[in-house]
């Protein structure tokens, strides 16, 4: 199965159309822009999630209208007003990542937004979604896509060396005996597997590269870096969880693919990730300005 996208409003991003049955594989967190179905599938949810919101502040207003009115006649008011502002606010927020995700631009406090969109609405989503019988794989893909819409709109370029590549052990081919966990360094380019291209790549923009075998030594390792900006390579589960032990780090998701099913001998199209590279990383002649004046800009 395969499933491919680009990745976001920029341009220089590919953009590529997705086969029937491509349910859980990809490489990108978005699809083409023609029918995004990603994209749709956060939106509804977000709406649906509205609506509940609505009917459960009248609820909490209307239970105890008769209650309220006999201790004083304007509680009943200032209940209302209450549950009113609380429903502005969020549909404030609503209104505000939905322009964000249309306009594919930067707006009004976008990296909260999107520390909003990690922390409380993906999870409120996900019983939403299965409230509805959407999959919770299908709400992820959602979920990514929106989240690297946002990491697109803060357009933040940095360093190579601010930059960290992280990919899952599963890229490398099940036959080889190579330990690259450590040092990637150490693949012997043997082409079985796309490591031996990432690598290339590595050194073609000084980028780092880690490898990681599951969840604890992503976060060990991006602990111990604190890159400013992470592209990561896995899968729904492992990107949804990535991004939200990494934030305010901004994490932008690459689906890998697999063609031989979860975790084994997986593959990831290099041209993405490549693409990547180029739409966060700084361009040499400000790297070079950078380093003179004494240190790498995290941002432009």
């Not at 991004?243 to 990831?268: A, H, L």
């Amino acid at each position: 199965m395969k499933e491919s996208a680009h990745m976001g409003p920029i341009e220089t991003l590919p953009r590529r159309v997705d086969k029937p049955g491509s349910e859980g594989t990809g490489e990108t967190g978005e699809p083409r822009d023609p029918q995004q179905p990603e994209k749709r599938t956060f939106v509804f949810l977000l709406l649906v999630a509205c609506v509940v919101m609505v009917g459960l502040a009248f609820f909490l207003w209307w239970v105890p209208y008769v209650g309220l009115s006999n201790i004083h006649p304007n509680l009943p008011l200032i209940l209302a007003v209450a549950l009113g502002c609380v429903v502005l606010f969020w549909f404030g927020g609503a209104l505000t990542l939905v322009l964000t995700i249309i306009r594919g631009k930067n707006l009004f406090f976008n990296r909260r937004i999107r520390g909003v969109v990690i922390r409380f609405l993906f999870p409120l989503l996900v019983l939403v979604g299965k409230c509805l019988g959407i999959s919770k794989a299908r709400t992820r893909k959602s979920f990514i896509a929106i989240n690297n819409q946002l990491v697109l709109a803060e357009a933040k370029k940095v360093g190579p060396d601010r930059l960290l590549l992280l990919l899952p052990h599963c890229l490398q081919n099940h036959e080889c005996k190579v330990r690259i966990i450590w040092n990637v360094d150490n693949c012997e380019a043997c082409g079985k597997c796309k490591i031996k291209g990432i690598v290339a790549l590595s050194k073609k923009y000084g980028v780092p590269v880690s490898v990681a075998t599951g969840g604890t030594l992503a976060r060990k390792i991006v602990v111990e870096k604190r890159p400013d900006v992470i592209i990561a390579v896995a899968c729904e589960r492992d990107l949804t969880s990535g991004i939200q032990d990494s934030y305010p780090i901004p994490v932008f998701g690459i689906f890998n693919k697999r063609p031989f099913g979860p975790c084994y001998d997986t593959d990831v199209d290099l041209e993405l990730v490549e693409k990547g590279i180029t739409t966060f990383l700084m361009d040499s002649q400000k790297v070079r300005q950078s380093r003179m004046t004494g240190g790498l800009s995290s941002g432009e």
